[in-house]
């Protein structure tokens, strides 16, 4: 068997429309409906870059099942560019873009491979022989819930190396829909070298050989919880039929969270220089890519009281946005800053204090929640829950924890200033 390599990618959510972002200015909105468009731009000049003699997509090429005639065209387009490269492409479709939502009748340059909705073979051959072989299916609808790994059939020769192209959620993360749910040890058995896989959206790598597992992740973040380096696996494949594979990334605005710590700090505008400087390394962190972040005041600190005044935190947000919209690019832009910060109380030298604070502090009243009060506290807040009107989320045991530990140390402010 010649060695070949191939281009592993998956979610590339074509035209989403970045739904969170309302009231981003204008120049991000539009950066970021941009986004995907320009990450699969990305995708295709990676595979003409990396002499890749083929590309898979495992599902989700479109964000929505009514997928738009631009995002058909762009997508074709790209493809037809791979085409006449003489890159070809094997692609499936998954819950966001499933066979039965709306599509224009679009035809397909020779050389690109649409799976439909039962599993089948397509061969790809380089040189005149055949040296792998794709095995695929597409979502005939959006909510698959059978185990869609155990239609695979055997490849029909041990001699091509065998590719999986599936969407599906391999060890039922809870992070995405159900969908087509199976387990590594269904894929494993199956005579398959590589499952090129879609629909988790954080690049992770289930099994590393007999057989290749991997989830490229998707090609551009999507929401403030796609954080970090978004891209595409390169795979290249020796003639024993070892593979190995190396991340490239791919997005073009890039998301991000991170902690500003007021611990050191004394002063509002030092605190605003902390939030520029975070903003700053962010931005250098994402080599010359637009950033979408959320910031999360931590530690303890003199501040912590002034940032409990109506306004503050909305003043640093406008601060911090209006100095990064100079029009200048790479930017970045401050989606949300959130206040964790905590009392300047070091609760263990005050502790010693013989006074109310001290003994109530000794008493460990103001320890951190343990797991059994959860439970109590749940019930104390429950009220709160069967008295308003239906629709409103139960308080889960993060939150509890979070609302009880912040009363904790209010309280502690308030005797602490002999309130
Ligand atoms: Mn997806």
């Given at each position: ?15 989403s429309?970045?739904?969170g972002?309302?009231?981003?200015d ?30 898979v997509i495992?599902?989700d ?7 738009s ?28 873009d ?10 397909w340059?020779?050389?690109?491979h ?22 695929g299916m ?7 819930t059978?185990?869609?790994?155990l239609?695979?059939s055997?490849?029909q ?19 995405h ?8 040890e ?21 099994k590393?050989?007999?057989p ?20 595409a696996l ?6 024993s ?8 990334t791919?997005d ?6 991170a ?5 050191n ?26 950033v979408v ?18 306004g503050?935190?909305?003043?640093l947000?406008?601060a911090?946005r209006s ?30 204090q013989d ?13 951190s929640?343990e ?8 019930e104390?807040?429950s009220?709160v ?14 939150q509890?924890s ?7 140390w ?7 200033q002999?309130?």
């Amino acid at each position: 068997m010649d060695s070949f390599r191939f281009v592993h990618a998956a979610d590339l959510h074509i035209d989403s429309p970045f739904a969170g972002v309302g009231d981003a200015d204008n120049r991000v909105a539009t950066r970021l409906r941009e986004a995907t468009y320009e990450a699969f731009q990305n995708l295709v000049d990676l595979c003409i870059k990396q002499n890749a003699d083929f590309l898979v997509i495992a599902g989700d090429v479109y964000d929505g099942a009514d997928r738009s005639v631009r995002a058909q065209l762009r997508f074709r387009d790209g493809l037809s560019k791979l085409v006449n490269a003489g890159i070809q492409s094997f692609v499936v479709h998954g819950n966001h873009d499933p066979l039965d939502g709306w599509q224009s009748s679009i035809s397909w340059p020779e050389g690109v491979h649409i799976f439909g909705p039962t599993p089948e073979w397509k061969n790809f051959e380089k040189n005149g022989k055949v040296v792998a072989a794709v095995q695929g299916m597409s979502y005939p609808t959006r909510e698959v819930t059978d185990n869609l790994a155990l239609q695979f059939s055997p490849p029909q020769s041990g001699n091509l190396f065998a590719i999986g192209l599936l969407h599906a959620n391999v060890g039922a993360n809870s992070a995405h829909p159900n969908y087509a749910p199976c387990t590594v040890e269904d894929l494993s058995g199956s005579g398959i070298d590589y499952w090129a896989l879609g629909h988790v959206h954080t690049r992770q790598t289930l099994k590393l050989a007999a057989p290749v597992i991997a989830y490229p992740g998707n090609t551009q973040g999507r929401h403030p919880n796609e954080t970090g380096a978004r891209g595409a696996l390169v795979v290249d494949v020796d003639p024993s039929g070892a593979s190995r594979s190396e991340f490239i990334t791919l997005d073009v605005v890039r998301w991000e969270r991170a902690d500003v710590d007021i611990s050191n700090l004394e002063a509002i505008d030092s605190l605003d220089s902390a939030i520029r400087q975070t903003t700053d390394n962010l931005s250098a962190q994402a080599e010359d890519r637009d950033v979408v972040c959320r910031l999360n005041l931590v530690g303890r600190g003199p501040l912590h009281e002034q940032l409990a005044s109506d306004g503050a935190v909305e003043d640093l947000l406008d601060a911090v946005r209006s100095a990064w919209s100079g029009g200048g690019s790479p930017w970045v832009w401050v989606e949300q800053i959130t206040d964790s910060t905590r009392p300047a109380i070091d609760i263990e030298a005050r502790a010693k204090q013989d006074d109310f604070l001290g003994a109530t502090l000794k008493r460990g009243l103001l320890s951190s929640v343990e797991a059994d009060e959860i439970d109590r506290l749940t019930e104390v807040v429950s009220d709160v829950y069967t008295g308003r009107r239906q629709g409103l989320p139960r308080a889960t045991d993060e939150q509890v924890s979070e609302w009880a530990e912040e009363a904790r140390w209010y309280l502690a402010e308030l005797l602490e200033q002999g309130k």
